[in-house]
């Protein structure tokens, strides 16, 4: 079949993928335990659940109960103790000290390895280091950093002495950096001098700086010299230090001991928080816990990545995610395998560069975005034919769905038809994937995430939480409690009971809109909230908004997604300019009067200062598309705006549906005539 009858046949859902025999006959996971699994936890879910730790993580004591459910609180492996540092490295040391942990390449084409016994010894050390800066258990640390090796030496010396962390990605601005850092009430930076990006420096360092002028609750900042040289030779790139806070991290761990001991820590001991986008303009600090989440990113990353020694395991996510939490360290740690990180962009120096590093590193399992492979796809096959993939051996995608387009490209230009994919569908709050084909088992159909895995109860359901009938939409919640979910917002259980836990009755509601077909096949479609996603990242259009307002410019703003061939969404924004605004309060621009008049809306100066105002509250990936001037926006009788209507105007379509509610009908007619 050519691609195109490919992608007709896959578009109307008749197309099955089903794995290969020979990957059959190796999986980690095979049919008649995956029956075995699922009786089980139909059975007897406990049982399943304490088999599962049993016999996948190390305990220093047992549990004493699997469960403690009081709605919607949960308590896992109750009076057990572990550490996961100690599973992701301690462990190994008897097997595996001299493989290879990590495989590191530098956006400047560098490549360092450590073995597991380095990473022991490097983890060991910096954990002393912060053990004597008086980091104690539940202290919140902020890690702001590239992605380098110290990164993950850091998250793991976290993990081993009992502190928070919390990861805040390199990319966010640093307002943003000081939002977090002052809802953890953080006593710690970590962070890097800089980090490269596509041949330019980000100045982590100074954006610290920025930052802490608002942030009291800080004591030190580590530096690790990322983009400078060593500290006995003159610095390329300057960074200023401020004497008794700041402390570069080589001067602290040169003088640390190789040997740490791990905390002997409670299954429920807090592991870090990572603040994501709600439907407010406030970020949530999801907190995570110790036992269920290192059993069930453990778990996942065998079952699903099906991770052997032999692999060389690449998921291509930024550890400010928490698909750089789970499956770039924590799961594949745990696992023992040879994991690559990749401190660079997809496109830089060229297009070439990701399949340049499968060939030469011989990367078995590769994870990345769909938002990746549509960039890839655009970017022409002949990016891919340079280099040799045949290592590859499984796929996987995240963050966003999969568009059947996508996925046919994925499987024939990447997989050469034979790589099984997973596309796996799962949240920062859910901690690891919920569902997934499972690569050794499951016939896939192109654009679905396919089944819950064993353990987990997810379902379609309408307001109610009655179940829908096939290929009805509804919304997808789960049914119980699993080990990895989020334990509460930091500091809030009230919004965590009331975003997640009170719009459908006794279920975990995630968000998204979804639909199962007559196979029971779950198809996602995406979200159904005020949270958008943009090149796979997580935004909300609150957030914009009021980064939007806080210009001295702008009285209002709407933002709403639309969709885009690329990136699955883009962002546009309605504004709505002070009345006040005129050629003389904006300096020299030429903003008349009347607000709407094309004039206005087409003042590319403003536009372009609102834009790079976003990404100065926020960092760039919240740049909005499209700004939008208009001197109204259409909302209900109670004050609601109509995104409904704003979406069909970003992106072109005649506006349907009902809009009998409208307040005032004639801002609708005026925003559409301003379309022309
Ligand atoms: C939202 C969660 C999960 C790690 C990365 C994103 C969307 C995620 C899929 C998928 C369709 C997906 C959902 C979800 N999403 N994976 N395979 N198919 N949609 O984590 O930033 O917390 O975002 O991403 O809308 O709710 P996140």
Redesign the pocket.
Known sequence: MSTEENIISVLSEKRTFSPHESFIKQANLNKSEYDRLILKANTDLEGFWDELAENNIFWFKKWEKVLDWNEPFSKWFVGAKTNISYNCLDRHLRNKANKTALIWIGENGEKKELTYKELFSEVCKFSNSLLKLGIKELDRVIIYMPLIPEAVVAMLACARIGAIHSVVFGGFSKEALADRINDAKARLVITADGGYRRGQVVPLKSNVDEALKKCPTIENVIVVQRVGVCHDKPLHFNVSINRGRDIFYHDLVSKESEVSEPHLLDSEHPLFTLY?SGTTGKPKGILHTTGGYILWATVTTKWIFDIKDTDVYWCTADIG???GHTYVVYGPLSCGATVLLYEGAPNYPDWAIFWKIINENKVSVFYTAPTAIRSFMKAGDEWVKKYNLSSLRLLG??????NPEAWMWYHENIGAKKCPIV????????GGILISPLPGITVTKPGS?TFPLPGIFASVVDQDGNSVGPNEGGSLVIKKPWPSMLRTIYGDDERYKKNYWSQIKGAYF???GARCDEDGYFW?L??VDD?I?VS???LSTMEIESALVSHHDVAEAAVVGYPHDIKGEAICAFVVLKSNVTARSVGDEAVPIGIASPSARNDIKLIEKLKQHVVKEIGPIAKPDQIKFTDSLPKTRSGKIMRRLLRDIASGKQTTGDTTTLEDVSVLEKLRIEEE
């Open positions: 994501t995610w928490i698909t995608s995240v963050g966003e769905p999969i596309d796996t569908w799962w949240q920062t709050e859910t995430a995630a968000g998204d996602i995406g979200r949270v996603k796979g990242h997580r």
